[in-house]
């Protein structure tokens, strides 16, 4: 079976700091893989709220989470804070990637990383509708 690979930019756009409650945690005492993921979805939530934004109102267009990847880089425990950095990246007609990494706070060592591809969405009509100009040009100014 291939492995997924996900490269990282140079830089990234957002940062977090995101604690890791005794919820996170699974039996093998570290953090749970479906744990991670709803820590993505906070740091999302975070990151379209750094910028005036929430998932169902980016200058008029909701989003939807049509994709994850991750690929794990070390074990994550109870207390730890971890730093959670995300950008947007690979813009299509519809969507983009959000490209992340989650480093614990005081080590810096890496836990994870991955990408969530987002979409776009009408949710009254549901359906697609293309990004946003305004989105656009302000991630462009914000770089």
Request: charged residues 25%; hydrophobic residues 45%.
């Amino acid at each position: 079976m291939a492995r997924v690979i996900i490269d990282l930019p140079d830089r990234f756009m957002f940062s977090t700091e995101v604690p890791i409650y005794i919820g996170h945690i699974n039996h093998g005492h570290h953090l749970d893989n479906a744990a991670l993921l709803m820590l993505v979805s906070e740091t999302r939530v975070r990151f379209f709220r750094a910028l005036d934004y929430t998932e169902l109102d980016v200058e008029g267009a909701g989003i939807i989470v049509a994709d994850a990847a991750v690929q794990y880089k070390s074990e994550a425990f109870y207390g730890e804070t971890l730093v959670f950095e995300m950008t947007p990246a690979e813009f299509n007609n519809y969507g983009c990637d959000l490209v992340w990494r989650a480093r614990d706070k005081v080590s810096g060592r890496e836990v994870a990383r991955g990408k969530n591809g987002i979409v776009f969405f009408d949710y009254q009509a549901k359906r697609p509708v293309t990004i946003p100009a305004a989105f656009r040009a302000r991630l462009a100014a914000a770089n």
